[in-house]
Every structure is written in C-alpha cells, then in structure tokens.
C-alpha cells in the first residue's frame, strides 16, 4: 500500500494565472479569450487595482461583488485576499447564486510577483483540496520586455515561472528574434507564442498540468517540456548535461539557471526527502520552480513533486507509469543555484545515509 496519496486532479478544478509587466497586454488577452465559446463555463478573478475592466461586458452584478459577462463568465475582485475570494466563488457556485463554471483565471497585477499565488493553489488545504494549478501564463511586451527585463526583476520571474509566454505587440517591432532567445534562455520549459491583439484558441494556451481530466491520460513529457532540456535545441547552461550556469550581459538574465536532473535507478524516498528539504531552507528564496516525476523504491505507480520556493504540494501517486520510461524527472529553475550545486547536495545526502 502506498504512502502516497493518489492524484485527484481529474476532480479538481483548474485555476489558471495570467501574469505579465505593465502595458503587456493582460486586459486585450482575457477580453478576448471570454469571447470564445469554449471558455462561457469560466470564472475570471483580478486584483482590485488591476489594470482589466470589463465593465463594456457587464449585465449583472451579485451581491455587489460578483458580476456575469455577457459571454456568461463570472468575474469578481479580490476584496480581501485570494484565498477568501477562491473559497467565496465555490461557495456561491454551490449554492446556485451564480452560474456554474469549469474554471478559473486569475489576473495578477503587472508588478505582482506570482509565486505566492502559485504557493497557495500548491499547499493551502482549504483551496488545493478543492483546486488545482493548471497554467501559468505570462504575457511579454514585444516592444518594452527587453527594457524591463534589464530592469525589473518581476518581470523576470513572471517569465521564468511561466508554462505559456505569450509575446504581444508583435506587429510593432519587425525583429522578435533576440527576444526570444532571451525568454528561452531564461525559462526553456516555457512554450512561446506570438499573439495579435489577444487572440489565440484557449484550447492552446490551457491545459498545461500533467493530467489531462478530460482524456483521462498522464503527459508526463508535456508537463516538463523535456525536449527543451534534452533535444537539439537545448541551450547552453540550460541542458541536463551541463554543469555551468549560462553566460549572459544581463543581470538578471544570468541568475536564472534551468535544467533538468534523471535519475537511471529508482530513488529512496527519505533520502531525496532530505535532500529537496535542505534545498528549501537553505535556499528557498532561490528556488524558484521544481516540477518531477520520482520512481521510488518499493512504490509500484509514479510519484509527483512540485513546488515554488519552500512550499511543495505533497507528493502524490499517479495512477501509472504512462510509457516505458522509468527514469526520475526533475525539472528545475533556480536563481543563482546552479546544476552542480543541486548534484552536489544529492551525492552528499546519498553518502550520508
């Protein structure tokens, strides 16, 4: 028997981030995805002072707080705090005093940093119980990203947390190509994709967990974006099999190392327990990402990490391995910790036990 608990993600509902710098283009993003018919069964939440209006889509408000869009789409604000506000919308869905939805955005501010948002859908009982993280999206201004990169260390860490980064204002810049290549160095597990004025099909942007409810199927290697660490394109300082943090002019740029740890042999749990513990208080504030799929020892079925900083999830077991591959997985983006580091600490846990 386990001592795992098994993954009930196909139960939970999926809560979506939409981050990104000032001006980048958040407010067009979400205005145009709940004009899609797919996203009708959504529930939008934004900061109080954010930058996203929708009053031109308003037909009616609940209690003062909650309004439904025209398109069908719940918004609300975050009053008080996010957890309140996630446990306020359950409340009134269940309840029947608004319409029922499928899903959750919510929009940061263009200074936010989002990992305490991440951190409470991750390990907070009263919302992981009932919720799950899907996809961290971050939109990129084609236009000023690379002037607030250089400046502004949120606007890194927006990019270097992200799933999905979208770049906007495409159309007015006529060469992207050096920017990309700086969102990749920074975060190459990231998918990137142009965007004209907020449209894309949500069927693209969403769904980036490793459970797929809907087709009942684990994608172990979409949720880490292997082939980013282990393909052809896999950058320098970035790859599994190199040992150096990447070589950048800018600052921020290259204190923002990513890569990825496999493991031939199954693990032993308290061993890699203490090892990503010590990681974490040693060095929490550093560690920005990790994401893995363990093989351990003595456990028939996959188990599953993720955390941002000191918090993690706890660990759960998937129903089965999806394919062949047995190795363990670890996906890491770190600022300032560097691959040998990570190994490092491995090997001397591993000798101390």
């Given amino acids: 028997m386990s001592l795992f608990e098994s993954d009930k993600s196909a139960q939970r509902l999926p809560v979506s981030l939409i981050t990104g710098f000032l001006g980048s283009g958040k407010t067009t993003l979400l205005n145009r995805l709940l004009r899609h018919d797919d996203m009708t069964d959504s529930a939008v939440i934004i900061n109080e002072y954010g930058e996203v209006s929708f009053d031109h889509l308003l037909v009616e408000r609940v209690d003062g707080e909650v309004a439904v869009l025209a398109s069908g789409c719940i918004c609300c604000t975050i009053r008080s705090d996010l957890e309140q506000t996630l446990r306020d919308l359950l409340v009134k869905r269940d309840r029947g005093e608004i319409p029922p939805f499928r899903r959750i955005l919510v929009e ?155 493991f031939d042999e199954p693990l032993d749990w308290m061993a890699v327990t203490h090892w990503l513990a010590h990681l974490r208080n040693a060095r929490g504030a550093d560690l920005l990402r990790v994401k893995g799929i363990l093989n351990l020892q003595g456990e028939p079925a996959p188990i599953v990490i993720h955390g941002v900083h000191h918090v993690f999830h706890p660990p759960v077991a998937l129903s089965g391995w999806p394919d062949n591959d047995r190795r363990s997985r670890i996906v890491f983006i770190t600022r300032g910790i560097s691959r040998a580091d990570v190994l490092g600490l491995w090997q001397a846990v591993r000798a101390a036990a």
């Fill in 108 to 262: 940061t501010t263009g200074l936010a940093d989002p990992a305490p948002i991440v951190q409470l859908l991750l390990n907070n009982p009263l919302v992981s119980h009932f919720l799950r993280l899907d996809t961290i999206v971050t939109t990129v201004d084609a236009v000023n990203a690379p002037h607030q990169l250089d400046r502004q260390y949120e606007a890194v860490k927006q990019v270097a947390l992200a799933d999905r980064l979208l770049v906007t204002k495409r159309d007015l810049v006529e060469d992207v190509g050096a920017l990309e290549q700086r969102l990749r160095q920074l975060n190459p597990g990231a998918n990137i994709e142009a965007v004209d004025h907020g449209e894309i099909d949500p069927a693209n942007l969403f769904g980036a967990g490793l459970i797929d409810p809907e087709k009942k199927r684990i994608d172990v290697a979409r949720w880490l974006n292997e082939h980013a660490f282990t393909g052809p394109h896999a950058h320098a300082g970035h790859s599994h099999h190199d040992h150096h943090a990447p070589h950048d002019h800018h600052d921020h740029d290259a204190s923002i190392i990513s890569f990825m740890l496999a």
